[in-house]
Nanobody, 123 residues
Framework: DVQLQASGGGLVQSGGSLRLSCRASGFTFGSYALGWFRQAPGKERVFVAVINASGRRTDYADSVRGRSTISRDDRDNTLYLQLNSLKPEDTAVYYC????????????????WGQGTLVTVSS
């Protein structure tokens, strides 16, 4: 079975940092592009960051650009998202996802989803 297990969320003060992890199994991890999305209370799930299968190309939503780093470790089948200078508006459930497409930046481009990890940023 395909599994994407996100972890690393928690309560952090404004200005703090967190590193989210997403451990995957059940598919050929190294062949998939990977992404992070987030969903704030009462809002739609939106794109945060993407990394291609080779790991050589990344992109970010404007809201997190310059404060976040997406990375992957294909030896461990793990995806990461480093979040720095966190703001209260970063509060959301963060989801990891995997896509067979070369460069997926929309929700519908993703084949597999994790269960999400909650990030709460206090002011």
């Amino acid at each position: 079975d395909v599994q994407l297990q996100a972890s690393g969320g928690g309560l952090v003060q404004s200005g703090g940092s967190l590193r989210l992890s997403c451990r995957a199994s059940g598919f050929t991890f190294g062949s998939y592009a990977l992404g992070w999305f987030r969903q704030a209370p009462g809002k739609e799930r939106v794109f945060v960051a993407v990394i291609n299968a080779s790991g050589r190309r990344t992109d970010y939503a404007d809201s997190v650009r310059g404060r976040s780093t997406i990375s992957r470790d294909d030896r461990d089948n793990t995806l990461y998202l480093q979040l720095n200078s966190l703001k209260p508006e970063d509060t959301a459930v963060y989801y990891c996802a995997a896509s067979r497409r070369t460069w997926p930046t929309s929700r519908i481009a993703y084949n597999y989803w994790g269960q999400g990890t909650l990030v709460t940023v206090s002011s």
